[in-house]
């Protein structure tokens, strides 16, 4: 389906020089704010209906029966939703947990869409506002691992120009939040395995000097004391790349629950920054999105919450 932590900031000489190129002298800048939001189960009224149905009838239904029979979203659910959309007035958006263009527009409007191409119920992509240049890639099949998880999926924004930045949206193996690794466990070892995959991606913009920046749900609290060693497994993987290449665009901002009735210590929802695209950061933007309390109780939302950061981007 198409439509149109690191410990600091560390950059080389080459991307120094780089962004030079990208900002001459007297050049303005324009934001970029960039987010993710995973949507859990965002489905079309019509494929819960199915599944209820399956589900009743004994049948195998397209989605898990709980999500079918217990959390069905309402068309006053698709409109709050769209109202937190308008409110993050993000102009491009990490999306997981979408069945379609179809569904995502209803959430998006005035958005362009970037979708994975599995044919799974929980697709993701990117939602991208309309006037914004950009251009989808192929996906990261690798990520899937043999199409046994989900791709990866490529944008490039302003394709084709000095300011090109390119997006690895990301929706990696639940089940291994936080227990170290190497692990015995099934979920753990195939979230390990995908990390390989992320690090040949990461160094292949690394080599080409590209603005870069892999975001979404990595279904891991990440952080300095990650058990996982998730930034040296990636230099590891990645021909010696510094861990300070890749930036978490959270570093150094408190970690807040976003709606009433949450009690998680850390985040599984991240933005990383890399290939000199951490120099563009606004200090200070980085967010996660509060959900009003009155909302959370009367609608049907989402168990994640949007997260945000601003860039500038030369002109």
């Known amino acids: 389906m198409r439509g149109g932590h690191g410990a600091g900031l560390r950059l080389t000489a080459a991307l120094l020089s780089g962004l030079a190129m990208l900002a001459p002298a007297g050049a303005s800048a324009r934001d970029l704010r960039l987010a993710s939001w995973n949507l859990e189960w965002l489905v079309s009224t019509a494929t819960t209906r199915e599944a209820r149905n399956a589900c009743l009838a004994g049948a195998r239904p397209r989605l898990p029966c709980d999500v079918a029979l217990d959390q069905a979203r309402s068309a006053t ?30 959430v998006f ?10 044919r799974v119920v929980q697709n993701l992509g990117f939602a991208i506002r309309r006037g914004l240049p950009y251009r989808c890639e192929a996906d990261l099949r690798e990520l899937s691992l043999g199409e046994h998880l989900r791709r990866g999926v490529v944008v490039s924004l302003y394709p084709g120009t000095a300011q090109s930045v390119r997006l690895l949206g990301v929706h990696l ?48 609290e ?12 990636l230099t590891a993987a990645s021909a010696g790349r510094s861990a300070a290449d890749v930036v978490d665009a959270a570093a150094g901002t408190p970690f807040r629950n976003c709606r009433a009735g949450q009690n998680h210590a850390s985040a599984i929802d991240h933005i990383f920054l890399g290939g000199g695209l951490q120099a563009l950061q606004v200090p200070g933007s980085f967010a996660r999105v ?11 939302l989402s168990d994640h919450c949007p997260i945000v950061t601003r860039l500038k981007i030369p002109a």
């Open 290 to 300: 509060a959900v009003p309390a009155a909302d959370a109780r009367r609608y049907r």
């Open 109 to 118: 409007p005035g958005y362009r869409f970037c979708l994975s191409e599995g």
């Open 173 to 220: 193996k639940s089940g291994c939040p936080r227990s170290r690794l190497p692990s015995a466990a099934a979920a753990c070892r195939q979230w390990q395995s995908q990390l390989p995959q992320l690090a040949g991606w990461i160094s292949q913009q690394s080599r080409q000097r590209q603005p870069f920046a892999v975001l979404g749900d990595f279904n891991r």
């Open 77 to 106: 659910d698709f409109a709050a939703l769209a109202r937190l959309a308008r409110e993050l007035d993000a102009d491009v958006i990490a999306i997981q947990e979408v069945e379609s263009i179809e569904v995502a527009a209803q």
């Open 222 to 233: 990440l952080g300095p004391d990650d058990p996982a060693g998730l930034w040296m497994g």
